[in-house]
């Protein structure tokens, strides 16, 4: 077995026109981004998927301009996640899980659902959705991560929850949303929301060397004990984990070098 699960550093997204002389050399042709920022980074969340559907076509471009061993996650459409009763979202899961996202193929790696604010925790609900999830399309294996942004499910109920369907729930260090940092899956989703674009990597050094640390923890098998818990009582299993931390929202300007420093750091 393996002393530690691979872990990736990233971004969200790959069009931002604050990056062009910044991240992107200034003589880069738009088209092609993805292909440089998947060379430069191991993973990048896919946030349009969450506001619209891909064409199959789309999956397969993205998967063949990126390279062996990166990994795109995406953000599950918004008309699952948006609605009063999750159970009732089944036709608009099965719309999202087979509108070709298999054609990523081995480069498919999370789907992360995010949850609105105002969504609270409703334990029959909530574990109908999970249990909704499916685990694999067209051969491909599906891994899911959850984050919810509404204090409710800070709860051992919903970490327990979580486990029961393998599902991750995702680390969001954030300034006003709920950090659930217990560890319920076989790997480990962090979004790290409190970067500034007055520091070159975002984050300061200091910062980022105690992210490494932490990060290392949990694809060794560990939880961190500087981070929020929902049920601190609970103890996962110490096995290794795949790790998946994304630079996004505040300071994105600097995202790509803040992943690129924590990717160095971790290496």
Do not use: C
Request: hydrophobic share 40%; aromatic share 12%.
């Amino acid at each position: 077995m393996a002393k530690s699960g691979a872990i990736r550093a990233g971004i969200g997204g790959w069009t931002f026109a604050p990056w062009r002389g910044t991240f992107y050399p200034d003589t880069l042709r738009q088209k092609d981004e993805l292909h440089y920022a998947s060379r430069q980074l191991a993973t990048i969340e896919v946030n349009g998927t969450y506001y619209g559907s891909q064409k199959p076509a789309t999956y397969a471009k993205w998967a063949s301009d990126a390279p062996d061993d990166f990994v795109f996650s995406l953000k599950g459409n918004r008309f699952v996640t948006n609605r009063k009763v999750l159970a009732e979202a089944g036709e608009s899961l099965e719309r999202f899980i087979g509108s070709g996202i298999a054609e990523l193929g081995d480069r498919l790696g999370p789907i992360l659902w995010q949850f609105a604010p105002t969504k609270r925790f409703d334990p029959d609900d909530f574990g109908a959705f999970l249990a909704m999830l499916p685990g694999s399309r067209d051969g491909v294996g599906l891994k899911h991560a959850v984050e919810v942004r509404h204090d409710s499910f800070s709860s051992p109920d919903f970490v327990a929850l979580a486990e029961k369907h393998g599902v991750a729930i995702v680390y969001a260090e954030h300034f006003t949303y709920p950090e659930i940092a217990d560890v319920t899956a076989p790997f480990v989703y962090a979004r790290l929301q409190k970067g500034q674009d007055d520091i070159p990597t975002a984050y300061s050094d200091d910062a980022l060397d105690h992210w490494a640390a932490r990060v290392r923890l949990w694809a060794e098998g560990g939880q961190p004990d500087d981070l929020p818990l929902a049920d601190g009582q609970r103890k996962p299993p110490n096995e290794p984990r795949d790790v998946f931390v994304y630079f996004i929202h505040e300071g994105k300007i600097r995202a790509p070098q803040a992943a690129m420093a924590l990717q160095q750091r971790v290496a």
